[in-house]
């Protein structure tokens, strides 16, 4: 016996779907682009591989940027909840009924008395179909 044990098989890593990133930049900014992704294993190839997707980068300038709130439907959390439900077609009660969350709380919460919170806010989002965030 040599004390030797051997080494378990071990699982081959899964293959994740590549994709292909065109990217529209300065050009004098192509090696330092090309150097930031590189240890995030992408690699500048002269056409894209067949089994990549691709997708497309593009820089905006700074005026083109704009905080996230200035996008957000106008009103409060509250208002945007009842009309998300609204928009449904559902009664508070339905609503109650289908998250969880109780009648009066969702009464609390559309008349700003009552904060909706994260948790309940994902739950809101998704029985409204609508992004959580906006209720936040």
Do not use: N, W
């Not at 997708?55 to 009103?75: F, I, Q, W």
């Not at 609503?95 to 809101?124: C, F, N």
């Amino acid at each position: 016996m040599s004390g030797h044990m051997p080494t378990p098989p071990t699982k081959a890593p899964r293959a994740l779907p590549r994709v292909a990133l065109h990217a529209v930049g300065p050009a004098d900014q192509l090696a330092a682009a090309c150097a930031a992704l590189e240890p995030l294993g992408f690699v500048l190839v002269p056409a894209p591989p067949a089994d990549a997707t691709p997708v497309t980068l593009a820089m905006l300038p700074d005026e083109a940027l704009v905080e996230a709130r200035a996008v957000l439907p106008p009103g409060t959390p509250g208002q945007r909840l009842a009309g998300a439900r609204s928009k449904e077609g559902l009664t508070q009660r339905q609503l109650a009924a289908q998250t969880g969350i109780p009648q009066r709380h969702l009464s609390e919460m559309e008349r700003g008395k009552r904060p909706i919170g994260k948790g309940r806010a994902r739950v809101l989002g998704k029985a409204l179909h609508i992004d959580y965030r906006l209720f936040l």
